[in-house]
């Protein structure tokens, strides 16, 4: 279960001496709870006192940095098993896999594209985040020849090898860049560890379809010292992805609700594997591995390494990670204003919407795409959509009213006409006779926006 403010509080010294900046040591367990400020800034805490509250406020999933710099990316730090109860933390990295028997201008041309696969939505720039380097060739020279030449890539690196050798050869080249080592198997694992000790680097650990033999390796690999541990269980694609879904959910539950040492770390999944049935054609192959991966996604995968790089097979992976990993306590929104759209002047017409990030940054594309010019309204509506803002009453007229004055758009332009959503239509009368301006009903889809300022504003 998630840990409350409350069982925070009771490990605090309730001295509420506000030297941590903070009105009580309520105030303080409130934010320590929900990651805003650090245990360390609490001065009246004995040793003992503060490994306790470190250990209680430790993440049910262990957080696993791979890579470095301006490359390193963190794998698992979840603290519930659902999303409403808290939120997800670490937004999944998603892996793209290249083998060491590719020729070089084919290496070098799929490192690029991996490189440079990226697209916007909402306002974020949504990209990849590490590759995978497969020993294809099973030589291990060869496998570190490779891992050479992804050492001056801009992502992270996961070295994928069950040849104790071949790793250390890679680990040779590579080694100071934090890799992931994949992985530890029940035959190399005394191999595998000693790597992983040696270079500082997280070990995966893959057991396939068998969690009691894995608690016994996962035990084995910390009592060694390791802590930087991701799990793979297996990724079964043929038969259907059942028994890989019920290992999933078992070891997280194992994690979150039993706080089992052994299973409190990052899960793997591989839809990559998919592509090892050469029976079907590529694209319903590339289907079949978004779906997949989506469906990991959604049930606890930590990291996934998928071998595609379709942007159409992507972007539903890219999007469902970043809608998954937003707080749902915090609807996700845009600053209220005024924006213009293209070229403006005092004759430009107005529109309004409201600042829910998704429907903010979709009309602004839609007449952005239609070539509008125009100042775009943008009304605070405490992060909800038109029609749920009309709804709940914040998408009313006292509202615009008060936009209107605080933006200043009365200076800019000497229309007093507005464009309000067609789902806002309810509102129209109330606006009007709040804000003096004519409000015209737009359309309820804003891709129509941009010919509609053309043809009737």
Same mark, same amino acid.
């Given at each position: 279960?998630?840990?409350?403010? $409350?069982?925070?509080?009771?490990?605090?010294?309730?001295?509420?001496?506000?030297?941590?900046?903070?009105?009580?040591?309520?105030?303080?367990?409130?934010?320590?709870?929900?990651?805003?400020?650090?245990?360390?800034?609490?001065?009246?805490?004995?040793?003992?006192?503060?490994?306790?509250?470190?250990?209680?406020?430790?993440?049910?999933?262990?957080?696993?940095?791979? &890579?470095?710099?301006?490359?390193? $990316?963190?794998? !698992?730090?979840?603290?519930?098993?659902?999303?409403?109860?808290?939120?997800?933390?670490?937004?999944?990295?998603?892996?793209?896999?290249?083998?060491?028997?590719?020729?070089?201008?084919?290496?070098?041309?799929?490192?690029?594209?991996?490189?440079?696969?990226?697209?916007?939505?909402?306002?974020?720039?949504?990209?990849?985040?590490?590759?995978?380097?497969?020993?294809?060739? !099973?030589?291990?020279?060869?496998?570190?020849?490779?891992?050479?030449?992804?050492?001056?890539?801009?992502?992270?690196?996961?070295?994928?090898?069950?040849?104790?050798?071949?790793?250390?050869?890679?680990?040779?080249?590579?080694?100071?860049?934090?890799?992931?080592?994949?992985?530890?198997?029940?035959?190399?694992?005394?191999? $595998?560890?000693?790597?992983?000790?040696?270079?500082?680097?997280?070990?995966?650990?893959?057991?396939?379809?068998?969690?009691?033999?894995?608690?016994?390796?996962?035990?084995?690999?910390?009592?060694?010292?390791?802590?930087?541990?991701?799990?793979?269980?297996? %990724?079964?694609?043929?038969? &259907?992805?059942?028994?890989?879904?019920?290992?999933?959910?078992?070891?997280?539950?194992?994690?979150?609700?039993?706080?089992?040492?052994?299973?409190?770390?990052?899960?793997?999944?591989?839809?990559?594997?998919?592509?090892?049935?050469?029976?079907?054609?590529?694209?319903? %192959?590339?289907?079949?591995?978004?779906?997949?991966?989506?469906?990991?996604?959604?049930?606890?995968?930590?990291?996934?390494?998928?071998?595609?790089?379709?942007?159409?097979?992507?972007?539903?992976?890219?999007?469902?990670?970043?809608?998954?990993?937003?707080?749902?306590?915090?609807?996700?929104?845009?600053?209220?204003?005024?924006?213009?759209?293209?070229?403006?002047?005092?004759?430009?017409?107005?529109?309004?919407?409201?600042?829910?990030?998704?429907?903010?940054?979709?009309?602004?594309?839609?007449?952005?795409?239609?070539?509008?010019?125009?100042?775009?309204?943008?009304?605070?509506?405490?992060?909800?959509?038109?029609?749920?803002?009309?709804?709940? !009453?914040?998408?009313? !007229?006292?509202?615009?009213?008060?936009?209107?004055?605080?933006?200043?758009?009365?200076?800019?332009?000497?229309?007093?006409?507005?464009?309000?959503?067609?789902?806002?239509?309810?509102?129209?009368?109330?606006?009007?006779?709040?804000?003096?301006?004519?409000?015209?009903?737009?359309?309820?889809?804003?891709?129509?926006?941009?010919?509609?300022?053309?043809?009737?504003?």
């Amino acid at each position: 279960m998630a840990v409350t403010a $409350m069982d925070v509080y009771k490990l605090l010294p309730k001295t509420n001496c506000a030297k941590c900046g903070e009105a009580s040591c309520m105030a303080f367990a409130t934010k320590l709870k929900d990651k805003e400020i650090g245990l360390e800034i609490c001065t009246q805490l004995a040793a003992n006192e503060f490994d306790k509250l470190a250990d209680i406020l430790a993440p049910a999933v262990r957080e696993i940095s791979i &890579g470095k710099g301006a490359k390193a $990316m963190i794998a !698992g730090g979840d603290e519930v098993l659902y999303r409403y109860e808290l939120t997800y933390y670490n937004q999944t990295p998603l892996v793209i896999d290249i083998s060491d028997d590719m020729d070089e201008a084919a290496f070098d041309e799929r490192v690029k594209k991996i490189e440079e696969i990226q697209f916007e939505r909402t306002g974020e720039l949504l990209t990849l985040d590490a590759i995978a380097l497969r020993n294809k060739s !099973g030589d291990a020279s060869r496998f570190k020849e490779a891992a050479e030449k992804l050492k001056n890539a801009n992502l992270a690196l996961v070295l994928c090898s069950f040849d104790a050798d071949a790793m250390k050869a890679a680990l040779e080249a590579v080694g100071d860049e934090r890799p992931l080592i994949y992985g530890a198997t029940e035959n190399n694992i005394e191999e $595998m560890a000693t790597l992983a000790l040696e270079y500082d680097c997280p070990v995966a650990l893959f057991v396939p379809n068998d969690l009691e033999k894995m608690k016994e390796l996962s035990r084995t690999l910390r009592a060694k010292g390791i802590t930087d541990i991701v799990l793979d269980p297996g %990724t079964y694609v043929n038969a &259907g992805i059942g028994d890989t879904l019920d290992d999933f959910i078992m070891i997280r539950r194992l994690a979150v609700e039993e706080r089992d040492e052994d299973f409190r770390f990052p899960i793997m999944g591989v839809p990559a594997l998919t592509w090892l049935n050469t029976e079907e054609d590529e694209v319903n %192959t590339a289907i079949k591995e978004a779906t997949i991966a989506t469906t990991l996604i959604n049930k606890y995968a930590d990291i996934m390494i998928i071998h595609g790089t379709e942007i159409w097979e992507l972007i539903p992976v890219l999007t469902l990670r970043q809608s998954i990993f937003t707080d749902p306590r915090k609807p996700q929104a845009v600053d209220a204003g005024v924006y213009e759209i293209g070229e403006v002047n005092e004759d430009s017409p107005v529109a309004l919407t409201t600042n829910f990030a998704l429907t903010y940054y979709t009309v602004e594309g839609d007449l952005k795409s239609g070539n509008a010019n125009g100042y775009l309204l943008v009304l605070d509506t405490e992060g909800r959509a038109v029609d749920v803002a009309v709804a709940g !009453g914040q998408f009313n !007229g006292k509202a615009v009213a008060d936009l209107i004055k605080e933006s200043g758009i009365e200076d800019d332009v000497k229309t007093r006409k507005m464009v309000i959503p067609g789902l806002a239509a309810p509102t129209s009368g109330e606006i009007e006779d709040d804000t003096g301006w004519e409000v015209v009903v737009g359309p309820r889809d804003s891709s129509a926006l941009a010919d509609f300022l053309k043809e009737k504003v």
